[in-house]
């Protein structure tokens, strides 16, 4: 009895620091990306660097990160002004429409190929969905608006988005677009077609066909689900609940050995992070992906690379903030805004005004 007691002590010691260790290899990790990327972060495009610094802000509330959204908040105020000055009329929202759909003509990528053969029967969206919510649904986290808000409200209404969110095409272009757009749109008090995107969602990757899915499909289909997850938390800053997406959940937790065999580094720890939104770090889940990231993390270069094995440091913005995040997890935390966090917001870029 003794030995067995004795045997059952040491077992949970050992596991105990297997755990502490790991736990520090992965912070470490963590800690080498973001060394990687915080010391040439202003070298990064300004949506890129927002990206990153927001994120880190939600995550740990550090004013370092302050500069960052400045950027974001001088980039979405731009946007803002060109789109309340420039583009807000059939014509005008055409024009500018078309001229983004021909970006897309010549490339051979079976995502962009399918983005311009969905979106060329309803150009408009690239403006509306693309362009214009995100900055719109950026500005309201903020607590803030444009001051001609109200007309840029009234070129939304002018648009079923229904059309876009519940069209079979457009979820195979633009999944996880559409998954932030429907939850925008009823942040901001407009349409809202959460439900009717989920239903046409899952109607158009139902489980049974995921075998047939091309690679560039499969991961499509994945993105769509993490960014319902990551759209409901207004991106990182509030817990989910896992009983309103469990069908999302269960379906992580049966396949996640197959994601991590198919999917893109980005999507892998997407699939972790959705779990920790959701406060459920303890998951087995949780544990596969950090492993499958870690493990992934090129020490050289001090970042996770594509996986075609490209080491481009504004292209890897995106997938290794997601690591950062999954590796040293903080918390969820309703920042910044003008209302919590003022002192972010001393200066604000010309458009925009307290909400």
């Known amino acids: 009895m003794r030995r067995k007691l004795f045997s059952l002590i040491l077992g949970l010691t050992l596991s105990h620091y297997v755990f502490a260790d790991t736990a520090t290899a992965y912070q470490e990790s963590a800690d080498l990306i973001k060394q990687t990327y915080e010391q040439k972060l202003f070298t990064l495009p300004a949506f890129k660097e927002?990206?990153?610094?927001?994120?880190?802000?939600?995550?740990?509330?550090?004013?370092?990160?302050?500069?960052a959204i400045w950027s974001d908040l001088a980039r979405v105020a731009s946007r803002l002004n060109y789109f309340a000055a420039e583009v807000n009329t059939p014509e005008s929202i055409?024009?500018?429409?078309?001229?983004?759909?021909?970006?897309?003509?010549?490339d051979d990528d079976e995502r962009s190929i399918r983005r311009f053969n969905a979106t060329k029967h309803m150009p408009e969206y690239l403006y509306l969905g693309i362009d214009l919510l995100g900055s719109m649904a950026r500005a309201n986290e903020y607590g803030l608006k444009h001051k001609q808000d109200e007309k840029l409200?009234?070129?939304?209404?002018?648009?079923?988005?229904?059309?876009?969110?519940?069209?079979?095409?457009?979820?195979?272009?633009?999944?996880?677009?559409?998954?932030?757009?429907?939850?925008?749109?009823?942040?901001?008090?407009?349409?809202?077609?959460?439900?009717?995107?989920?239903?046409?969602?899952?109607?158009?990757?139902?489980?049974?066909?995921?075998?047939?899915?091309?690679?560039?499909?499969?991961?499509?289909?994945?993105?769509?689900?993490?960014?319902i997850i990551f759209a409901d938390s207004q991106y990182y800053q509030r817990q989910v609940n896992e009983k309103e997406h469990q069908w999302i959940y269960d379906y992580f937790r049966t396949h996640?050995?197959?994601?991590?065999?198919?999917?893109?580094?980005?999507?892998?720890?997407?699939?972790?992070?959705?779990?920790?939104?959701?406060?459920?770090?303890n998951e087995p889940v949780v544990e596969k992906t950090r492993?499958?990231?870690?493990?992934?993390?090129?020490?050289?270069?001090?970042?996770?690379?594509?996986?075609?094995?490209d080491f481009d440091f504004s292209k890897g913005e995106h997938r290794n903030?997601?690591?950062?995040?999954?590796?040293?997890?903080?918390?969820?935390?309703?920042?910044?805004?003008?209302?919590?966090?003022?002192?972010?917001?001393?200066?604000?870029?010309?458009?925009?005004?307290?909400?």
């Open 50 to 67: 927002g990206h990153y610094g927001l994120r880190m802000y939600r995550q740990t509330l550090d004013e370092k990160y302050t500069a």
């Open 94 to 106: 055409y024009v500018y429409s078309e001229e983004r759909l021909a970006g897309y003509i010549g």
């Open 153 to 227: 409200r009234q070129v939304i209404r002018r648009h079923d988005f229904a059309r876009y969110a519940t069209d079979t095409e457009m979820i195979r272009a633009w999944a996880a677009q559409l998954a932030n757009q429907v939850y925008w749109l009823r942040q901001l008090g407009e349409q809202d077609v959460v439900e009717p995107f989920i239903e046409s969602f899952r109607n158009t990757y139902p489980d049974s066909i995921d075998k047939k899915l091309s690679p560039q499909q499969y991961g499509n289909k994945l993105y769509g689900m993490t960014h």
């Open 256 to 281: 996640i050995d197959q994601i991590i065999l198919r999917a893109k580094e980005d999507v892998i720890a997407e699939v972790g992070i959705s779990f920790l939104l959701a406060g459920l770090e």
């Open 291 to 309: 492993k499958a990231i870690n493990k992934a993390i090129n020490k050289q270069h001090g970042m996770v690379p594509s996986n075609t094995g």
């Open 321 to 355: 903030v997601l690591a950062i995040m999954l590796l040293d997890w903080q918390q969820v935390n309703l920042a910044p805004t003008l209302k919590n966090q003022p002192d972010v917001f001393s200066r604000l870029p010309y458009g925009l005004v307290p909400k």
